[in-house]
């Protein structure tokens, strides 16, 4: 009975996680501003992890390899999050804008 | 059963809709409101796959720190009157969104042609002290770099966020 659960679908989740990249992908080469294509590569990051953790469940429950990837994936992301930001801010404080199309020069 | 298998399509879809939300939202404090509702949507999904630790770390870091960080960002760049259109030209969008599409369908096709191992519908019984078995005595190293990698990425941050304004 428990088998025949949607819970207990690898495909499901696989098919949200693959969603996340979609959209992910769809928004850095989409979007005008820096903020919004950091915002994007984070979907992609929440995708990753998601699908970390389903091939632990699914494929190999003996270890926590994939949880505790899962977790390496969450610092690195809170660190390019932090490393970001401060170059957009840079960048903001230098050219005034934060669209993509206007960073042309990388040193005046 | 049917109340669980509920709940869990309720999750995926909310999760799906922040994303679409994220992604083509016109304004970026929506995109990022999506962000939020797409992260609680995983957070929901780690409990469904019996990793209840996971799904506080997603709460915690996602939620709490990386999303207020973006919201500093958002503040911090110009006011909201100023802030350039999000959209593109209709060309941009259309080879993106066939990118992704290609994308998409290979793993899409990748995903139903694999034959995945019996046995994969039991149960996931690693508790939290597995987790940090597997975490410091298999992934010691990992662990320390990435302890590395977050310290060398808050003093620079730091430094560019200093030094740029004094230079000028």
């Known amino acids: 009975m428990s088998?025949?659960?949607l819970y207990n679908n690898i495909n499901?989740?696989?098919f949200v996680g693959l969603f996340l990249l979609a959209c992910g992908i769809v928004g850095v080469l989409y979007r005008r501003t820096l903020v919004s294509m950091l915002i994007s590569i984070e979907l992609i990051?929440?995708?990753?992890?998601?699908n970390l953790v389903v091939f632990n469940r699914f494929v190999a429950p003996e270890r926590a390899y994939g949880m505790a990837f899962t977790?390496?994936?969450?610092g690195i992301a809170a660190a390019e999050a932090a490393i970001a930001l401060?170059?957009?801010?840079l960048i903001f404080r230098r050219f005034k804008n934060v669209e993509s199309d206007e960073l042309k020069e990388m040193k005046d | 059963?049917?109340?669980?298998?509920?709940?869990f399509i309720l999750i995926a879809l909310m999760t799906m809709v922040g994303a679409l939300t994220t992604i083509?939202?016109?304004s970026i404090i929506y995109a990022m409101l999506g962000l939020v509702v797409t992260m609680f949507g995983i957070a929901g999904m780690y409990i469904y796959l019996n990793a209840p630790f996971i799904a506080m770390m997603q709460i915690l870091i996602y939620v709490g720190a990386i999303s207020i960080l973006i919201a500093f960002a958002i503040m911090l760049v110009g006011p909201l009157s100023q802030r350039p259109r999000e959209w593109t030209t209709?060309?941009?969008?259309i080879i993106a969104l066939v990118v992704a599409a290609f994308t998409f369908f290979v793993f899409i096709k990748i995903v139903v042609g694999s034959k995945w191992l019996p046995g994969m519908s039991s149960a996931l019984n690693l508790t939290t002290k597995d987790i940090g078995r597997t975490l410091f005595d298999k992934l010691m190293l990992p662990f320390e770099l990435i302890s590395l990698l977050i310290v060398v990425a808050i003093i620079g941050a730091i430094m560019i966020a200093l030094f740029s304004r004094e230079e000028k």
């Open chain 2, 24 to 26: 083509l939202a016109r």
């Open chain 1, 71 to 74: 977790l390496f994936i969450m």
């Open chain 1, 3 to 5: 088998e025949m659960s």
């Open chain 2, 90 to 93: 209709l060309t941009r969008f």
């Open chain 1, 12 to 14: 499901i989740y696989l």
């Open chain 1, 86 to 89: 401060a170059i957009i801010i």
């Open chain 1, 45 to 50: 990051m929440n995708g990753a992890g998601l």
């Open chain 2, 1 to 7: 059963m049917i109340i669980a298998d509920a709940i």
